[in-house]
Every structure is written in C-alpha cells, then in structure tokens.
C-alpha cells in the first residue's frame, strides 16, 4: 500500500522560510500528480500547490511568488518550499497523491509562523 508522510513543518518567524518534503512509497511515483494542501483551524482544508507527473505546477494566489513546488522521482519525493511567510500561512500541511491511492493523504505537518 502506498503512504505519504510529510516532514519539515515547525515554528517560525515571520518572513521566514520552511521546506516542507513529502515521501512516497511504491513503485509507480513517477507517474502521480501530487499536490499540496492546508487546514487552519475552524476553516476548510484548500489548496496550495500542485505539480503534474510532467512538472508543471499551478498554485494557489495566496502563495504565489512565496511557495515552490518541486518533485524528485528519483527519491519519491515532493517538496514545497515556503519563503516570507506570514501568520495567515499557519495551518497544517497536508501531502495529496491521486484520489485512485488506497490512501491519497499525508498525515500532516504544523507550519506555524509567529511575530
């Protein structure tokens, strides 16, 4: 069965920078299209950023010009790097592979940036 497992979240200041990794299992990686999604609390979980099996990314316009997503096949990896955060970033961090996983969600990393 495949899972994803997210690392990298933690405290920061504000303007600051995390990167946020999310490890695959499996063979067949390469071929997902992942994304990345975030849940305050007391709000609905939305999207941040997506990156194809090709690539190519999309984001949302809350974080676009201060988030990059990226992928390395070669580890089963995909990465999120937050640059200038600001508070209204905290939330927690959700990795999503597609809907046909018999599991498609990370268990979630705390970004909390604070000042």
């Known amino acids: 069965q495949v899972q994803l497992v997210e690392s990298g979240g933690g405290l920061v200041q504000f303007g600051g920078s995390l990167r946020l990794s999310c490890s695959a299992s499996?063979?067949?990686?390469?071929?997902?299209?992942m994304a990345w999604y975030r849940q305050a609390p007391g709000k609905q979980r939305e999207f941040v950023a997506t990156?194809?099996?090709?690539?190519?990314?999309d984001y949302a316009d809350s974080v676009k010009g201060r988030f990059t997503m990226s992928r390395d096949n070669a580890k089963n990896s995909v990465y999120l790097q937050m640059n200038s955060l600001k508070p209204e970033d905290t939330a927690v961090y959700y990795c999503k592979g597609p809907y046909y996983l018999n599991n498609p969600w990370g268990q979630g990393t705390q970004v909390t940036v604070s000042s």
């Open positions: 499996g063979r067949d990686f390469s071929t997902y299209d």
């Open positions: 990156i194809t099996k090709r690539g190519i990314t």
